[in-house]
Every structure is written in structure tokens, then in C-alpha cells.
């Protein structure tokens, strides 16, 4: 009898997890049928067409989101990773190191309406960047700390504390030990949950709509203080403000190529840590 | 007695650079406090909370109740965590308990790209599939509301309750599980009586940071809830939480007036909410790592 | 001759836990000192205040003096990287650093300031022809050279210098970091441990390469091999649960030890 509702439980344990991995399969078969009719070709290498949507295509909304990642890159991944080194090869145990670790703590579950209604006051009114690309890429650059800071510590502290130590014994500073010895080291762990918090950051909606985000513009921006499209922007529009009856098969695509996009990113950093796992030799 | 102690100037560097993430903490609790507090001198705390009608824009007599938008809010956050945590936690117990390496390899992996599906990707897939299926099953016209949010919210919330609990399983020493199975107990008693209740805290602080993710969720709620105003009287019926509120007005309100001081002090209460969230979760912890 | 090092009542405290006692000593220059004990009786930590390796401990706390050629190593303007340099530290595990031979052994002369401009970027990961080294003028070049032949290391290793310092055994890894330390031409050599996770075979070359040493360095050696060090040293100092019991030439503490503390190690009574 027991033996009996042992297996019943764990079948629905072991079901449960197959379904959810199932929606996963769900989603992308169900949003690459719904814009399979508009994927194509001109849909990806053209700009938007705002009179008849089916003659355009979307390069502007992948270029504003390509011009997004590049500004998280250049912004917010080295402040994380900054971050990062100070917890792990710097900090000592007291107050402010737990300050700084509650601070990472709550900016990762600050809703992301909060940063956009942060940056729409800051960004965008107060320091008069306007509604620009900038001033989205201070926001998503703030959001994507926490995830990044979280990835690097992982790295930083898989590097053997031996190393330091061989390193310190040498003669070096501390800095030149952590920059000739263990960011080589953890380069890969760090440049993993980059491009995993990159992924996500690229798909967040809600503050790029109340700090830049436009749906149709002329050509591509020009400097940080323009306007841009994006992919997740673009797909809001399409499947909740536009008219057309075709909207939502071109929403689909748009969204088709945002999660190919997320996607590919996510797999590759995964793919790039399990190589890299199997072929560290310490 | 001294102790060893050697001056490095890269050391304030980095400090300085780690401070970045206090000041933007600080700095968003500040100017959500120094703006939507400002709300309050016109508006009384009891309107606000508990007037039912939010009619900023009315013409003559404006109001300021959140009340229907909370109610909003309250209906799809606890449906969407009551369908989401027994999810993450079978999930969890099947990935740290009953998994083999191999299918652990595959679906851990599976799982965290569900976090990394856009949530205006759900909200589409809301939008196009769900809320038509609903609308079936419930002989509805129209499915965007409460329940349909909830649903694809809970979707949302999911990676994060199960990853949260399967690390606090697996934190579980395996000494309980082999002390329990040397008892005679079976692989389920086991799990339920011994490996559950010594990771209790961290599964509740799963719980706790799955909620907070929950009520900060905007694309999904702006998307398929259905956006009304009205004060909702079930989970069919349309409604506008929080966050969705906040972004579907931010961008049309006269910056400076009461109205965009009104959604600062909503943004305000979000962020209290989830403030409060993960410090409970952060205790929890703290509390399992000293015992 | 004066002492290179010594040392008047150092205490270390590692959070409240008072690991080294009150301990004096002298190393004399140009002679293999050795410290024995059980573990736990401090002779690591006192092996760390020599170089300030100490501060990499971050619940350590320490007192007392200690003066190497007449500089306070515990003042606190002391120039640690500086100290470091004229007092190397080598430990107990092989610590290669993921890359290559060359890159391990030249890591010294490069922090301070030293290039080999055939070996920049994307250069690094060329193959090194042995003729080439043994030919060139290259500062780096020479100096990694000569610390493989002192470590004699350099016949087995000449072919694969460019190659990964972490695919070679364990004792020739520890012959690398003992290579890597003299690279930089200290003064003192400290040595913890080096030989607790080798064979017999590999033990027996690094003991050699160290008496080799003894013309050009003062050496310190901790072990817990009490005929290591009855092979090597010629001072010995024996501790004992963070105090330095004994300290004399090597032949006399074993052969006569003064105190009974001593004697039951030596014996073989506890430890």
C-alpha cells in the first residue's frame, strides 16, 4: 500500500517536471506556428514599414536591441564584475560587505516597472538624457548588476585560493595578482553568466517602455541620446496596439526572433560551461 | 597588538565601484520616496489605500483609491503563487530527490531557460493561445483577466521557486537522508520527514522571492489581464494591478503633477513590497545557516 | 655573522585562538633551518610572519618583532611586495599556475616589469624551440633558463615549455614552484611543507635541489619528516603546541635534546 502511493507521488513529481521542460517546447512550436506566415527574409533585413506591415521588416527593432546589448556590455557587466572582485578578493567581513550583499539581494527582485519609473525620474527628466538610448541602457544596466555580480562571485571563488597565495608569494600586488592570475582563470564563469543576465536583460519590456523605447522611427539611431526600436518593445506594440488583422502573426515572429535570440545566448554560455567544466584541469 | 594591515589603493577602487549598487538601491528607494510621498499631501493615505474608484483624469471630481488595482493585484499574485508553488516544489523535490544525473543535466538546464523566456512573450502567448482557450472553457467571450494573468504569471514565477527550493534541498545533508532510510523508512517518508523539514526555511525563502517576482510582474498583468478599473468580484473577471498601472499611465501624466506623484507613491509601494519579501527571505537563510 | 632573520616573542592569535606563543629565534645565512613539529604547533604560522604571508589570513592577528637584515618585517610602512620578493614562500601543494611552463617560471620577472617582446598576446601559445632559448639573450629567456637547469628540470621539460605547468607530475610541479620562487633571485627561501604529497623518488630530487641551494639562499624548511630534516638541515627549532621548545644545530637536537619534550618527539612518543 505505501509502496503503491510512493510511486504515484513520484510519477507525478517526475510528471510535473516533464511538463514544465514540455512548455518550453510548447511556447517556441507554438510561436514559430503563429509567425511562420510572416517570418521571412525581408521581415528580418528590412526597415519597418508602418502603412502596410507586410512589406516591412524589423532590422531596426534587432539593431536597437543589438545597440542595447552593446551598452549593458560596456556599462553594467563591468561594474558587476567590479562588484564581484571587491566581495570576493577584497572585502572583509563586516558591516558594508553585508550592506553590499543585501543591496545585490534586493535590486534583483526590484520590480522592473520600479526601474523604469527610477529612470523615467532620473535618466530621462532629472540628468535630461531624455527618452533615449542612454538612459535605457543605465536602466537595463542596473538590472542586469545583480545577475552579473551573482555569476562572478561563482567564478572568482572557484579559483583556488593556492593560486593567490603562489602569486602574493611572488612579490605581486593584489591587484596584479587578481588581474594576471584570476580573472584569466574565471574569465569564462564571468563571461557565462554575462551573456545568461545579457539574454534576460534583452527581453525586459516594462522599463524600456517608459524610458526610450519608440515603435517606429526613420532609419537607426544616430547617437545615445535617440530614440530606438527593440525586439521585446516591438512585439508589445504589434500584439496589443496595432490595428492590422495580420498584427499578431507578425507580433509572433517578432517574438520568434526575440526568444531565438535569448535562446541561442542562454544555450551557447551553457554549452561554453559545461566544455569549459570538463576541460579545467584544477 | 597591531594587526597586519597594508594600504592598496586598488582596494578603494573596487570598494568605490561595489558602492555602485548601495547607491542605486538608495537611490531608487529615495526617489520613489521624495516623489510619491509628495502625493500625500493631497491625497489622504486612507483614500489612497481604500477608496475603490482610480479615476485620475476624471473630469470635475478626480479619485485615487488603488483598492480595485490592488484587489488586482492581490487576485493574480496569490492564484498565480498558489498554482506556481506546488509546481516549483515537485519540480524541485524530482530534480534534488528522484533524478537521475543524466535527466538532471537535461531539465535544471530546461528550467532555467524558462526564466529566460521575455515575459512580453508569455504576455503574447496570453494573448493569442491561453486566454482563447480559457474563454472556451469557461464559455467566456473574452478570457483577459485575473485567471489568465495569474496563470501565465505563475509560468513566470516558477523557474524561480524551483531552482530557489532545489538548491535548498540539495543543501540537505545526506547523512539525514541515509540516518531516515536506515530507520526502515521508505524513499517518500524519508523525503516528507526527514529531507522537507530540514530545508524549510529555504524552501520558504523560495516562496518568499517567487512572490516577490510574482507582484513585481508587469508585460504578462499589462498584456492579458484585461485592464480594468473596476473593482473585480472574481478571478474571471478583467482587472488592472498594480505595475500594469503604473506603465500604462507613466507615459501620459504632466511630470511634477499629483497624478505622476500618485504612481510614484504606487512604484513606492511595490518596491516596500518586495523590499520586505526579501529581507524575510534573507532572515530565513541567515536563521538555516546559524543552525 | 649577523642572523638574516630573527625573531623576538612573535604571537599570532587566529581569532582569539593564541597559535603561536612567545617565540625567539635566529636563521643564520646560507644554512637550511628547519622546523618541526606536530601539526598545530605553529610552525606554519611563524613560517608565515616571515614574509607577511600572515595577512593573507584575514582572522590573524600578530605581535612581537621580527627583523630580517635589520628592516621590521612587522612595521607597518614595511614594503610587503618588496619583502616578498627577498623572501620567497613556496607550499605544501603544487601551485602551477594554469599556464605554461615558460609563462610559470617567467610570472616573477614579469610583474616586475620585465617583457620578452617575442612573447606578447596571441605569441605566447607558439612552441618554444629549446635551441632557440639556450641561444637567445632575452633577459626572460635566460633567467627561465637557468632557474629549469638549477631545478634540473630543463631536460624534461625543454620540449613542451609552451605547454599547460599543470600536465606535469607532482613532483615535478613542485620542482616548478621552487624554480618559479628562485627566479626573482631572492634572499631567503621558505619552504612549507614541499614534500608531504610526493613519492619517495620525487622527495629525494627536491631535497637535493635544496642542498644545491644552500650556496646562494638562506633556506627554511617546515616538515613534518623529522629525517628530512636530520637529512637537510643544519639548525633545527622543534614546536609544540604554538611554542618554540628547542632550537641548535641539527646534530645536537637529535642527539642530545635538552628538553624532554623533544626527546618524546624525536622518539617518536607523540606527533
Known amino acids: 500500500m505505501v509502496r503503491r502511493r510512493e510511486s504515484i507521488y513520484f510519477f507525478l513529481f517526475r510528471f510535473v517536471a516533464y511538463v514544465a521542460v514540455g512548455f518550453l517546447v510548447l511556447v517556441v512550436l507554438l510561436l514559430v506556428k503563429l509567425g511562420a506566415d510572416a517570418l521571412s527574409l525581408t521581415f528580418l533585413t528590412k526597415p519597418w514599414s508602418h502603412r502596410d506591415i507586410a512589406s516591412g521588416g524589423i532590422i531596426q527593432a534587432i539593431a536597437g536591441s543589438f545597440y542595447l546589448g552593446l551598452g549593458i556590455v560596456v556599462v553594467g557587466v563591468p561594474l558587476g564584475v567590479a562588484t564581484a572582485i571587491y566581495l ?31 529612470g523615467f525620474a532620473v535618466f530621462v527628466n532629472l540628468l535630461r538624457f531624455g527618452s533615449s538610448l542612454l538612459s535605457a541602457v543605465l536602466v537595463l544596466s542596473m538590472m542586469v548588476m545583480p545577475w552579473v555580480i551573482t555569476a562572478a562571485v561563482e567564478a572568482l571563488k572557484s579559483v583556488p585560493r593556492r593560486w593567490r597565495e603562489s602569486s602574493l608569494a611572488l612579490g605581486a600586488s593584489r591587484w596584479s595578482t587578481i588581474r594576471r592570475i584570476v580573472l584569466p582563470a574565471a574569465m569564462p564563469g564571468i563571461i557565462t553568466g554575462s551573456i545568461i543576465g545579457l539574454a534576460r536583460a534583452l527581453g525586459e519590456t516594462a522599463p524600456i517602455i517608459i524610458v ?13 541620446f535617440d530614440k ?8 508589445f506594440i504589434l500584439a496589443t496596439q496595432h490595428a492590422d488583422p495580420k498584427a499578431p502573426s507578425y507580433a509572433a515572429a517578432t517574438a520568434v526572433v526575440l526568444i531565438g535570440l535569448t535562446f541561442c545566448m542562454s544555450v551557447g554560455a551553457m554549452v561554453l560551461r559545461t566544455l569549459y567544466r570538463r576541460r579545467r584541469e584544477w | 597588538m597591531f594587526r597586519l594591515y597594508r594600504f592598496e589603493k586598488s582596494r578603494y577602487v573596487f570598494t568605490a565601484l561595489a558602492t555602485v549598487t548601495v547607491v542605486c538601491l538608495a537611490g531608487i528607494f529615495f526617489f520613489l520616496a521624495s516623489v510619491g510621498l509628495g502625493a500625500f499631501r493631497q491625497i489622504s493615505l486612507r483614500e489612497f489605500l481604500f477608496g475603490l474608484v482610480w479615476n485620475p483624469t476624471a473630469y470635475g471630481s478626480v479619485s485615487w483609491g488603488i483598492g480595485a488595482l490592488l484587489m488586482g493585484t492581490v487576485l493574480v499574485s496569490v492564484t498565480a503563487l498558489v498554482v506556481a508553488v506546488p509546481i516549483g516544489l515537485a519540480v524541485a523535490i524530482y530534480l534534488s530527490e528522484l533524478a537521475s544525473p543524466r535527466a538532471r543535466e537535461f531539465i535544471k538546464p530546461a528550467v532555467e531557460m524558462i526564466s529566460s523566456i521575455p515575459s512580453v512573450v508569455l504576455g503574447l502567448l496570453g494573448l493569442l493561445f491561453f486566454a482563447p482557450l480559457i474563454a472556451r472553457l469557461f464559455g467566456l467571450t473574452n478570457a483577459l483577466n485575473a485567471l489568465t494573468a495569474a496563470l501565465l504569471v505563475a509560468i513566470a514565477a516558477l523557474p524561480t521557486i524551483a531552482s530557489i527550493c532545489d538548491d535548498a534541498l540539495s543543501s540537505v545533508p545526506a547523512r539525514y537522508r541515509e540516518a531516515s532510510l536506515a530507520l526502515g523508512a521508505s524513499q517518500w517518508e524519508t523525503i516528507r520527514k526527514a529531507v522537507l523539514p530540514a530545508a524549510k526555511s529555504g524552501l520558504l525563502a523560495g516562496i518568499l522571492l517567487g512572490f516577490a517576482r510574482i507582484i513585481g510582474e508587469t508585460m504578462i498583468v499589462l498584456m492579458v489581464a484585461g485592464n480594468s478599473v473596476a473593482f473585480p468580484r472574481s478571478l474571471l473577471d478583467p482587472v488592472r494591478p498594480l505595475a500594469a498601472n503604473i506603465a500604462i499611465e507613466i507615459k501620459e501624466v504632466v511630470i511634477g503633477s499629483l497624478h505622476w506623484q500618485a504612481l510614484f507613491a504606487i512604484g513606492l509601494m511595490l518596491f516596500m513590497l518586495t523590499f520586505i519579501l526579501n529581507l524575510l527571505a534573507d532572515v530565513l537563510v541567515r536563521k538555516k545557516l546559524k543552525a | 655573522m649577523p642572523p638574516v632573520i630573527s625573531g623576538h616573542n612573535v604571537n599570532v592569535w587566529y581569532n582569539g585562538l593564541h597559535a603561536l606563543k612567545d617565540a625567539s629565534l635566529e636563521i643564520a645565512e646560507r644554512q637550511i633551518t628547519a622546523f618541526i613539529g606536530a601539526s598545530g604547533s605553529g610552525k606554519s604560522t611563524l613560517l608565515r610572519c616571515l614574509n607577511r604571508m600572515l595577512d593573507t589570513i584575514p582572522t590573524a592577528r600578530a605581535t612581537g618583532e621580527i627583523f630580517y637584515r635589520g628592516q621590521n618585517v612587522f612595521a607597518p610602512d614595511m614594503d610587503v611586495m618588496a619583502l616578498r620578493r627577498r623572501v620567497g614562500m613556496v607550499f605544501q601543494n603544487p601551485t602551477p599556475f594554469p599556464k605554461s611552463i615558460y609563462d610559470n617560471i617567467a610570472y616573477g620577472l614579469e610583474l616586475q616589469g620585465y617583457v620578452n617582446r617575442r612573447r606578447i598576446g596571441l605569441l605566447r601559445r607558439q612552441p618554444i624551440d629549446p635551441q632557440a ?10 633567467a627561465v633558463m637557468q632557474s629549469l637547469q638549477d631545478a634540473a628540470l630543463w631536460d624534461e621539460v625543454k620540449d613542451r615549455l609552451h605547454k599547460s605547468a599543470l600536465g606535469l607530475s607532482g613532483g615535478q610541479q613542485q620542482r616548478l614552484c621552487i624554480a618559479r620562487s628562485i627566479t626573482v633571485q631572492p634572499d ?32 627554511v624548511i617546515v616538515t613534518h619528516n623529522m629525517h628530512q630534516a636530520r637529512r637537510i638541515s643544519d639548525e633545527t627549532c622543534f614546536f609544540h603546541l604554538g611554542e618554540l621548545i628547542e632550537q641548535g644545530p641539527t646534530g645536537v637536537v637529535f642527539a642530545t635534546p635538552r628538553h624532554p619534550l623533544t626527546r618524546d618527539y624525536l622518539s617518536g612518543a607523540f606527533g
Not at chain 1, 530606438?228 to 512585439?235: I, R
Not at chain 3, 631567503?188 to 610526493?198: A, I, Q
Open chain 3, 188 to 219: 631567503v627561501l621558505l619552504l612549507d611543507e614541499p614534500c608531504s604529497e610526493l613519492d619517495p623518488i620525487s622527495t629525494r630530487k627536491i631535497e637535493d635541489f635544496l642542498l644545491a641551494l644552500k650556496r646562494d639562499y638562506t633556506i
Open chain 3, 133 to 142: 632559448m639556450a641561444a637567445s639573450t632575452d633577459r626572460l629567456d635566460r
Open chain 1, 212 to 224: 526610450g523605447a519608440t515603435f517606429y522611427m526613420n532609419g537607426l539611431p544616430t547617437s545615445v
Open chain 1, 228 to 235: 530606438f526600436m527593440t525586439l521585446p518593445y516591438h512585439t
Open chain 1, 88 to 118: 570576493v578578493e577584497y572585502s572583509r567581513e563586516n558591516v558594508w560587505k553585508r550592506i553590499i550583499e543585501l543591496a545585490i539581494q534586493n535590486l534583483a527582485s526590484v520590480p522592473s516597472v520600479v526601474y523604469g519609473l527610477f
